[in-house]
């Protein structure tokens, strides 16, 4: 019998210990969740995936010469929801959100 929580599998209702069905947010709705926890200072549910680079990015540090780009970039993200990308001198880079604009989305 199909749980009444409409779990992913049939089950027993009496001892079920099934995840819930979830449905697919949208790409609204993850950016919504993401600047939502990222003001708040909590941990996202959802972080970017790949990002647009919007100016030429320069690390900060004297002696690094790392830079980005402009363009389309995949990246990391920390569990709290901090931007990175591969830079010119293979390091990673850390983005500021001025700097960047989310293209894609994937669940933290």
Not at 3 to 18: G, L, R, T, Y
Not at 67 to 79: D, I, T
Request: aromatic share 8%.
């Amino acid at each position: 019998m199909m749980h009444p929580n409409n779990c992913q599998v049939a089950c027993n209702a009496d001892s079920c210990v099934c995840v819930p069905k979830r449905h697919q947010a949208t790409d609204e709705q993850m950016a919504l969740a993401y600047y939502r926890a990222v003001t708040l200072k909590l941990r996202p549910e959802f972080v970017p995936e790949t990002v647009k680079i919007l100016q030429e990015v320069r690390s900060s540090l004297p002696f690094s010469r790392a830079a980005v780009y402009p363009g389309v970039a995949g990246c990391s993200c920390n569990p709290w929801g901090a931007v990175t990308v591969k830079a010119s001198d293979k390091s990673m880079l850390g983005l500021l959100p001025a700097e960047y604009e989310p293209l894609t989305w994937r669940a933290a």
